[in-house]
């Protein structure tokens, strides 16, 4: 609803930006760094502007023993700051001493002086009101006995960062645009120290790790799950479950790009390097060197569908046909203003891409998928449907929960896209699955 209200008021601010034109093939990469940061404001503010972040479905009140709030150990405190530069902790609750699982909250993006600087008033960018126990209910954290996860160790890392769990700010760096801290990656670190020290976790050999994460938090996911392995070391085994982090899928152009004069570059790689640099991200190590290789910024590793490829940990991605988010809040989002509705053929490639790319993955690496036929951000992607029992989102047969189970306790990973459509549905945009609200945040 109150979406309706912020709309002429962007739509305003758009209108009056003249944007530098320019045309991606025809600079070099500091001139196309240089054009990129100015005209990614203009591009991504859909994203700054829009009011439908929900906090993800983390609860304080709940059944069973609750996750506690604990702060980060002594020697990280001058590296995790959230946004404000208000100490960051984690919530955990005890289980498995060799297993755990830690999930990375979304809750959307900083974008520019504004809501940045906004979100540094409010619990996604400080901690000053945190709560002293939290549960979650519905995901991976869930003491559900039906989850394969339900006696692990569990971490809850709240989002206070803005930065898709990737900024690299400390005390020493001092903080970074708009004066904030960007630390969600030293966050990551901050906790697998924290488990190495207080359980000896990783000290024996058969140690289990799942890391997860929804929206900005699948980012998250993406760009730390090489990283924690790495950390945690051969006793460990990793394994990463993404929710709605691929963010764009390959090859995507807002459909108002040109509109703006931004010509001969992908959304992602708009998105890449501006908020890569802005967090002072951490990358993957295996894609920086392919950057290099490739004579490409070594920010595009911040994006999935460029990432996905090197991460060498197995990975089972949760990923609807269509990303709501994507779609209406930023790739059709003008059109979205002019009450257009996005055209068919722009969703059918939207969902191929993601699709075809997923699919290729999966045969060249440990990465399998789980997608249903859904116009859907993160909403129906988690393991229970705390609303209605029975009614699980199915595709080809499974549920998520089955997906992540054969995962976790045999290692398997499955690939289940949505095949409701039926014949036509390569060509047609048809959301058929039956079940795609879930409540899930
Ligand atoms: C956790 O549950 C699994 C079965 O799901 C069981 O094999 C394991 O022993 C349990 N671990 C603990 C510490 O209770
Ligand atoms: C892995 O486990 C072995 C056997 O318990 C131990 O000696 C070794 O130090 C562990 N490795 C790490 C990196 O902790």
């Not at 504004?114 to 996604?124: G, I, L, S, V």
């Not at 989850?147 to 971490?155: D, F, I, K, R, W």
């Not at 690299?168 to 970074?176: D, H, I, Q, V």
């Amino acid at each position: 609803m109150s979406m309706i209200l912020v709309l002429p008021v962007y739509f305003v601010l758009v209108s009056s930006v003249a944007p530098p034109l320019f045309n991606a093939s025809e600079l070099d990469q500091t001139e196309l760094l240089d054009q990129i940061e100015t005209s990614a404001v203009n591009l991504l503010k859909s994203w700054s502007t829009h009011t439908s972040f929900s906090d993800p479905a983390i609860t304080t009140e709940g059944k069973g023993v609750p996750m506690t709030k604990i702060p980060v150990p002594e020697s990280f405190k001058d590296s995790t700051m959230c946004l404000d530069g208000s100490p960051f902790f984690f919530y955990i609750r005890p289980g498995d001493p060799t297993r755990v699982a830690l999930f990375l909250q979304g809750g959307g993006l900083c974008i520019e002086r504004f809501d940045c600087e906004h979100r540094a008033t409010t619990r996604q960018g400080s901690s000053n009101d945190w709560e002293e126990e939290l549960y979650d209910e519905s995901n991976i954290l869930s003491q559900d006995p039906r989850s394969p996860l339900s006696n692990y160790t569990h971490v809850f890392m709240r989002y206070c960062s803005g930065d898709t769990w990737t900024g690299t700010n400390t005390l020493e760096s001092g903080p970074g645009r708009y004066g904030l801290y960007f630390s969600g990656h030293n966050q990551v670190a901050a906790a697998l120290s924290h488990l190495q020290t207080t359980l000896d976790f990783g000290s024996t050999p058969g140690s289990h790790f799942f890391l997860s994460g929804a929206s900005a938090g699948g980012i998250g996911t993406n760009n730390n799950c090489d990283f924690v392995a790495s950390t945690l070391g051969p006793n460990v085994s990793v394994k990463c479950s993404p929710q709605a982090g691929l963010f764009f899928p390959q090859d995507t152009t807002a459909l108002w790009q040109s509109r703006l004069g931004v010509e001969g570059v992908t959304t992602n790689q708009i998105a890449s390097v501006y908020l890569s640099r802005m967090f002072s991200s951490h990358h993957d190590a295996s894609c920086v060197a392919h950057a290099i290789r490739s004579l490409d910024p070594a920010s595009f590793c911040w994006e999935g569908s460029y990432l996905t490829p090197h991460i060498s940990t197995p990975i089972l991605v949760a990923q609807n046909f269509w990303d709501q988010l994507q779609i209406d809040n930023i790739l059709c989002f003008q059109d979205n203003l002019k009450q257009a509705s996005c055209p068919e053929d722009f969703l059918v490639d939207f969902k191929t891409h993601t699709i075809e790319q997923l699919t290729e993955l999966s045969v060249k690496q440990q990465l399998g998928f789980f997608a249903p036929s859904c116009y859907m951000h993160t909403g129906n992607l988690c393991l229970f449907n705390t609303e209605d029992d029975d009614e699980n989102v199915v595709v080809a047969g499974r549920t998520y929960l089955d997906a992540v189970k054969a995962f976790v306790e045999d290692g398997e990973l499955t690939v289940s896209v949505d095949d409701c459509g039926g014949e036509g549905g390569d060509e047609d945009y048809v959301p058929c699955n039956e079940v795609c609200e879930m409540h899930c945040g």
